[in-house]
């Protein structure tokens, strides 16, 4: 398995406009789509722990292709 970035975009429940980018790393053995329909259960109990937010999408890739060189 390796290791994948789930990248979720979360607002603020009581103010929807301010919103800010979870990187979320753990260990997938599939590609990076197969990674967001796996998603969802990662990204509940994520929010569960911290009810404020709301995940309003999401994205898997491969970790530090975010970064440019």
Not at 11 to 28: G, Y
Not at 34 to 58: E, F, L, N
């Amino acid at each position: 398995m390796n290791p994948i970035d789930l990248v979720v975009t979360v607002c603020v429940v009581l103010s929807p406009a301010t919103c800010e980018e979870q990187h979320l790393v753990f260990n997938f053995g599939g590609s990076p789509a197969q990674c967001s329909m796996a998603a969802p259960p990662y990204i509940a109990q994520w929010i569960g722990d911290h009810p404020k937010w709301q995940a309003v999408r999401w994205r898997c890739e491969f970790p530090h292709t975010h970064y440019k060189a």
